[in-house]
T-cell receptor, first 114, second 114 residues
């Protein structure tokens, strides 16, 4: 059972609001990731981190930002939400220095921007 | 650049029959290959992986996958499908020479009916 948690599970907000999606893991993993997924569609990597104070943009351009101040915490922020940001956001982590290691995923945050 | 193709958006199988979910990949080096499953309103769960060695890999819930280097394929199989196997299945690849990013396919919806 994966020890990676995302909150909130569902979020409905109005356009222009600032939001932060939380992701925490208790496995001590250095590597963490944010993926964006539209319903029944492929996952797109939007951010990743290889450790504290390390953040990189992923393959899909995103207006969101991330921070990694603590190993266990990797929040994603949208300064001004828009309807185009409506999607599911999945957080994941993996063990360090093992390129072949599997990802552990949280249950996701389903974001709807009205 | 690495890529993954899942040619079928949906696969329908009768319970008790064998199932196959197809996946082909493209990498510049040697591949690390993965299958993940996503149940409704849940995050992804790891099923199995191929790193090296035996081409037939066994994973969770009775699933297995066969690595075929000449056909650059990694099809997911199960000898006898269950209704509870109905879910969205993702194939993923990581290029051993291309860093740590995982590329996912577009997903295949498996529907197992009585």
């Amino acid at each position: 059972e994966a020890d990676i948690y995302q909150t909130p599970r569902y979020l409905v907000i109005g356009t222009g609001k600032k939001i932060t999606l939380e992701c925490s893991q208790t496995m001590g993993h250095d590597k963490m990731y944010w993926y964006q997924q539209d319903p029944g569609m492929e996952l797109h990597l939007i951010h990743y981190s290889y450790g504290v104070n390390s953040t990189e943009k992923g393959d899909l351009s995103s207006e969101s930002t991330v921070s990694r101040i603590r190993t266990e915490h990797f929040p994603l922020t949208l300064e001004s939400a828009r309807p185009s940001h409506t999607s599911q956001y999945l957080c994941a982590s993996s063990e360090p220095d093992r390129a072949n290691e599997k990802l552990f995923f949280g249950s996701g945050t389903q974001l709807s921007v009205l | 650049a690495q890529s993954v193709a899942q040619p079928e958006d949906q696969v329908n199988v009768a319970e008790g029959n064998p199932l196959t979910v197809k996946c082909t990949y493209s990498v510049s080096g040697n591949p690390y290959l993965f299958w993940y499953v996503q149940y409704p309103n849940r995050g992804l769960q790891f099923l199995l992986k191929y790193i090296t060695g035996d081409n037939l890999v066994k994973g969770s819930y009775g699933f297995e996958a066969e690595f075929n280097k000449s056909q650059t394929s990694f099809h997911l199989k199960k000898p006898s499908a269950l209704v509870s196997d109905s879910a969205l299945y993702f194939c993923a690849v990581r290029d051993t020479g291309g860093g740590n990013k995982l590329t996912f396919g577009t997903g295949t919806q498996l529907k197992v009916e009585l």
